[in-house]
């Protein structure tokens, strides 16, 4: 149904997945009623930047693979995701990527 092209980049963005986060996407799309949204902003008070950093965190991206990608420091990768922890309360990356699939960034 995908198409060929769509099939390879959904398969990319799995093979990216760590077990947890695999396990946590599997959860979401089979639970019988969607969560409560989560209090406070969410990803529409991210600057673009941001959410990119959060679709890459989604990917199951590592902060050093992140920086290597966006030609940033590690240390600048972590700034940004101290500020989106601070935006969305979202403390784990585990909250971010289902931030992220709830959100469509990925």
Do not use: N, W
Not at 18 to 27: I, M, P
Request: glycine fraction near 8%; hydrophobic fraction near 40%; charged fraction near 20%.
């Amino acid at each position: 149904m995908l198409g060929p092209a769509r099939f390879r980049a959904a398969e990319e963005r799995g093979a990216a997945m760590s077990l947890d986060t695999a396990a946590e996407y599997v959860l979401m799309l089979t639970a019988p009623a969607p969560p409560p949204p989560a209090p406070g902003p969410g990803p529409g008070q991210l600057s673009p930047r941001e959410q990119q950093l959060v679709t890459l965190v989604a990917q199951g991206r590592t902060d050093a693979q992140i920086a290597a990608q966006l030609y940033i420091s590690i240390r600048t990768v972590r700034s940004h995701l101290d500020r989106i922890r601070d935006k969305t309360g979202c403390r784990r990356r585990a909250d971010l990527t289902r931030l992220a699939l709830s959100a469509g960034l990925v």
